[in-house]
């Protein structure tokens, strides 16, 4: 399925989110490379059962970058990120925007899995004793944002793209179609 929204701040900002658990299982977010308030960081014994909600109230002090969430309940974060609960968290500031980097429609935000769907297309996490349990699930199929076959009409500007490995074992390695370097 598709993944979480993405989220942006500045430096400085509060990040004021609210999680309102949907799932039928105990989910809790954690923040990639974020240094939030223990209470904020979405350690699995904080997890909320469903219909719960979990309030994070934390102020971004990191540099600016391209950061990720994740769910991370315990014995579940593998199966629930798979499963598409996954998201980036950009953060920025002046210096940042003073760079003049491409944005808006020219800035692609590209969250890379790989799934096993089904005859019907349909996406479970259905791993098996021995390699998916020791090394990791390896998917057939390759998913961007959640989707199998994605595309998006782009113009021959300048685009900035921000990728985010969120594979259970894959390593992805990434190229431009007519083999010009990326930058």
Request: glycine share 10%.
């Amino acid at each position: 399925g598709p993944v979480a929204p993405t989220i942006r701040a500045r430096v400085g900002e509060r990040a004021t989110v609210v999680l309102k658990n949907q799932l039928a299982e105990p989910t809790i977010l954690h923040w990639h490379g974020l240094r939030p308030p223990e209470k904020d960081d979405g350690h699995p014994r904080l997890a909320i059962n469903t219909g719960a909600e979990y309030r994070y109230d934390f102020e971004v002090n990191e540099r600016p970058g391209t950061y990720w969430y994740h769910s991370h309940p315990h014995m579940r974060t593998a199966a629930q990120v798979h499963l598409g609960m996954a998201g980036l968290f950009i953060i920025t500031d002046a210096a940042e925007e003073a760079l003049q980097l491409p944005g808006g429609a020219r800035e692609l935000g590209i969250i890379l899995q790989d799934k096993r769907p089904d005859g019907e297309g349909r996406i479970s996490y259905n791993v098996t004793m021995g390699h998916d349990m020791m090394e990791g699930l390896l998917g057939s199929a390759s998913y961007v944002n959640g989707v199998r076959t994605p595309s998006v009409n782009i113009d021959s500007a300048l685009y900035r793209v921000r990728v985010l490995g969120a594979a259970n074992a894959r390593i992805f390695r990434l190229g431009l179609s007519n083999e010009r370097p990326l930058t």
